[in-house]
């Protein structure tokens, strides 16, 4: 079939039934649906389709593999992989028509949700209902719950509450050959064989496409507290790390250079939480649930001091207070954005974090002295953003060059330290040359084996992960 009876077939498809979904080829949509976050790859889509069913997600995909169609999945379109870029001429799936809460249980504390659910929608659901869905990231306004889900998000609070797949009770997923399995069916216990949900979780729609999932919810957390602390030193961030650990359960501990803050300070609408200017910053969030455990934050923080970990602090005093001291860390990427940023998602065992950070600096500065190196992160799990700012005289091109430079050597150092080229944000296709770095030959040709059983005609999400 050529491309317009493939596209007169997929609006065929999408008109049949009582909800019709939409197929779109306006250039401005293969533009905007095409692409993430990412600005490597130039998106070169066939078309749009944005299906309304789970059954509508299936009959897709069977069409897919009699005609030898490649589809790729499309959320929130906010992943920094290149996981959602059609670039190849590609089917896009877009998931934003199926964006209903569709059941919810207070008894069981569950809400079960559609794929293209927005994670703020979600979390917005669960406050209203005296609940708390607690994964969050800056992208929770935008992001949705199957993109999430496919990449296994985390964010920023996840030293206590986990990833995302920590909050899955079940899926409903289309597999590549076109089957629709319902997984787990909300059972907190099920111990029968294989849990095939965690296989789809964090599989980049490379296996089948998440259409439903049905997500715990918690108990609202009480009077977040937040402590941002100037550090002496970078291993300063494990000291305060253990010190508060051992008294205090965190929900988050984040970290920020000092070169990162003066973005954000530059960038307006934030001010800096004291005078004492520090090399880096720490932000720790707690509940501060009785004036013991305040005071106990109190005493830990004096603590801080007197080991010469801690040139100063402040702590929140209001939940406004606490929003505002959380800007500093949220508003690093958008104060950064007009410089070109290279990034790079990684992530080591927390203890490790000092030294690797370390050999990161180094390795850069020793081959690039005039790149302007901006580090933050979810420094409490073990996630580091490794920012590097386009000198304004560079061109974009060269600066890009010579940053698949630093990827390997930025890996290099992973490789060794047992680390991941991807925390976060998936492999896709930027960080697929790669993967070796992170996951051994065998592990590899196990991945490749299980991709052969769910998708044996390679039309879900091809070139992602691994060719």
């Known amino acids: 079939m050529n491309p317009e009876q493939i596209v007169a077939s997929l609006k065929a498809l999408m008109e049949a039934g009582q909800t019709p979904g939409k197929v779109l080829t306006d250039p401005a949509d293969l533009e905007n649906y095409g692409k993430d976050w990412t600005k490597i790859y130039p998106p070169k889509p066939m078309a749009i389709v944005l299906p309304k069913t789970t059954e509508q997600v299936q009959a897709l995909v069977k069409f897919a593999n009699e005609n030898q169609v490649a ?72 992001s949705q719950l199957g993109g999430n889900l496919s990449t296994n998000a985390g964010g920023i609070k996840v030293i206590r509450y986990g990833m995302s797949r920590d909050w899955v009770a079940g899926l409903k997923v289309v597999t590549g050959k076109g089957d629709i399995l319902d997984l787990n069916k909300d059972l907190e216990k099920n111990n029968t064989g294989y849990d095939l949900r965690h296989l789809f979780i964090g599989a980049e729609g490379t296996l089948g496409f998440i259409t439903e999932a049905t997500m715990k919810l918690s108990r609202k957390p009480d009077n977040l507290t937040v402590l941002v602390l100037g550090l002496n030193d970078l291993t300063n961030t494990m000291d305060v790390l253990q010190t508060f650990q051992k008294q205090i359960d965190l929900t988050a501990y984040e970290f920020f250079s000092h070169q990162a803050m003066g973005h954000v300070l530059a960038h307006g609408q934030v001010q800096a939480p004291f005078e004492t200017e520090a090399p880096y910053y720490a932000l720790l969030e707690f509940e501060a649930v009785s004036d013991q455990v305040m005071d106990d934050a109190m005493t830990l923080f004096e603590q801080c001091v007197e080991n010469g970990w ?36 990684i992530s080591v065992v927390v203890s490790k974090v000092p030294g690797f950070l370390q050999e990161i600096d180094a390795v850069v500065i020793e081959h690039y002295p005039d790149f302007e190196i901006i580090w933050f992160g979810h420094i409490g799990d073990g996630n580091l953003h490794l920012n590097i700012l386009k000198p304004e005289d560079m061109a974009k091109e060269d600066f890009f060059e010579k940053c698949q430079k630093v990827n390997k050597w930025v890996f290099e150092i992973v490789q060794r330290y047992e680390g991941s080229v991807s925390a976060e944000h998936g492999v896709g296709m930027t960080k697929k040359p790669y993967l070796e770095y992170t996951r051994s030959a065998a592990e590899i040709a196990y991945l490749r084996g299980i991709k052969q059983v769910f998708d044996p005609n390679r039309v879900m999400n091809p070139g992602k992960i691994f060719d």
Do not use: H
């Not at 569950?110 to 005296?130: D, H, K, M, P």
């Open 71 to 142: 589809l790729v999945p499309s959320g929130g379109r906010t992943g920094l992989s290149a996981g959602a870029v059609a670039a190849n001429g590609e089917v896009v799936v877009a998931f934003d028509n199926m964006n209903q809460i569709l059941e919810f249980s207070a008894s069981d504390r569950t809400v079960r949700c559609q794929a293209g659910v927005v994670t703020e929608q979600l979390q917005n659901f669960a406050e209203e209902n005296g609940l708390y869905y607690p994964v969050d990231f800056a992208s929770a306004g935008s």
């Open 310 to 345: 801690v040139l100063d602090g402040v702590i929140s005093q209001s939940e406004t207070q606490a929003n505002n001291l959380w800007q500093l860390r949220e508003r690093i990427s958008e104060s950064i954005a007009p410089r070109t940023p290279y990034k790079n998602d």
